[in-house]
């Protein structure tokens, strides 16, 4: 609280006292805290940045295998590299097997490409197999360029074992 200045009798004149103004501050602390406690509680925070997973509805009606001009097959390698196909099972080869970059959109044209020459555009899938190898950050980024396509149908799943000696021979 702020001090009171006396007036004080000298030599029979009366003089006043002067003392510096000395504040309590005590409250203003307290205002502070409650300030920054009301500004905490209300602001928003950033929200994180999630990728939504859904399950596929049951019993769609559609077919559960698809034949393989209505999909394509993504193969997340290390270092970044990304490999895919599109031929049916029986028919994968190391010839069949391509590697695509994330550089200039190119997996993204893959897709569209891949999808413009589909039979059926309304069930075109699109898989990603990551490999053993494979770094988080590839996967992130292939679900973002499905975002960018407007993927609405795909599937993350292991590879087989075609697909792994396939793979292993394309690395070395």
């Keep these: 609280m702020a001090e009171i200045q006396i007036k004080e009798q000298v030599n029979g004149k009366k003089t006043t006292i002067k003392k510096g103004i000395h504040v309590d501050m005590t409250p203003m602390v307290d205002l502070g805290f409650l300030l920054i406690t009301f500004f905490m509680f209300t602001t928003n925070f950033s929200k994180p940045n999630v990728i939504n997973f859904s399950n596929p509805p049951k019993n769609t009606g559609l077919p559960t295998e698809i034949d393989y001009r209505n999909q394509i097959t993504f193969i997340l390698g290390k270092e970044g590299k990304v490999f895919y196909y599109q031929s049916d099972k029986k028919d994968l080869n190391g010839k069949s097997l391509k590697e695509v970059s994330f550089d200039k959109f190119q997996v993204a044209k893959t897709i569209e490409s891949a999808k ?24 992130v980024d292939m679900l973002d360029e499905l975002t960018l396509t407007k993927s609405e149908r795909y599937g993350i799943s292991e590879m087989n074992d075609k697909e792994k000696e396939l793979y292993e021979n394309k690395i070395q």
């Design 116 to 139: 413009a020459n589909a039979p059926r555009k309304e069930i075109f899938t699109v898989i990603v197999k990551p490999a053993d190898d494979s770094k988080y950050k590839t996967l």
